[in-house]
Every structure is written in structure tokens, then in C-alpha cells.
């Protein structure tokens, strides 16, 4: 995950300032969950009483490592999975279209 993460610091840095990248190993779902485990999720957090709601807030993309691993078959598709899981977060963290924030988003080599 390190070397997807240093990949998109390189461009999309001064954008990603505030996010901490993190790995857990499986996400909190209420036991009637019904639908496919998450791979990964943005947290952003909430803005503290007294504080500007347009105050930079700290914001945490979360990779789930045993849900990653379980849907991947190999150590390449795993890496293949973290990086357009990442590039997903991304885009949608900052508005942009998956291909816009990584060209080689969703493509089967690198």
C-alpha cells in the first residue's frame, strides 16, 4: 500500500495533505448488515464544537486488509485491488473521476 500511497503524493500531494492513509483488518458492520463487505472508506472527521465548519478537517482512507485479501487470488491482484481501491477514494474524496486522479486506474497491468 506504501508505494500506491507515495504514488499518488507525487500528484496529487498538495490535495492530500490532510489524509492519513491506514490499514485496518476488517471494517465495524452492524450484524444485519446485508450487502458486500467494504474494501475501504473515507473518514472524515467531525468538526469539534466552537470550530468553523469550514475548518480543514483531518480525513482517514482506510484499506480493510482481510476483506482485500479474501476477494484478491494472489499478491499482483492484491496490489491491483489496493490501487484502484485507493484511486476510488481519492476521486471521490476530491471530486474527480477515478481516471482523472490516475490515468492507469482500473487497467490490468502497470
Known amino acids: 500500500m506504501d508505494d500506491e500511497v507515495r504514488r499518488l503524493h507525487l500528484r496529487w500531494g498538495r490535495e492530500l495533505a490532510r489524509v492519513a492513509f491506514t490499514v485496518e483488518d476488517v471494517p465495524a458492520v452492524e450484524p444485519w448488515f446485508d450487502g458486500p463487505v467494504p474494501l475501504g472508506q473515507t473518514v472524515v472527521q467531525p468538526t469539534p464544537p466552537g470550530e468553523p465548519a469550514a475548518a480543514e478537517r483531518p480525513v482517514r482512507i482506510v484499506v480493510f486488509r482481510r476483506p482485500v485479501e479474501?476477494?484478491?487470488?494472489?499478491?499482483?491482484?492484491?496490489?491491483?485491488?489496493?490501487?484502484?481501491?485507493?484511486?476510488?477514494?481519492?476521486?471521490?474524496?476530491?471530486?474527480?473521476?477515478?481516471?482523472?486522479?490516475?490515468?492507469?486506474?482500473?487497467?490490468?497491468?502497470?
Open 70 to 110: 479474501a476477494r484478491a487470488t494472489g499478491e499482483a491482484e492484491i496490489s491491483l485491488l489496493i490501487r484502484d481501491l485507493l484511486v476510488e477514494e481519492v476521486a471521490d474524496l476530491l471530486g474527480l473521476s477515478p481516471e482523472s486522479v490516475d490515468p492507469s486506474y482500473d487497467s490490468p497491468d502497470d
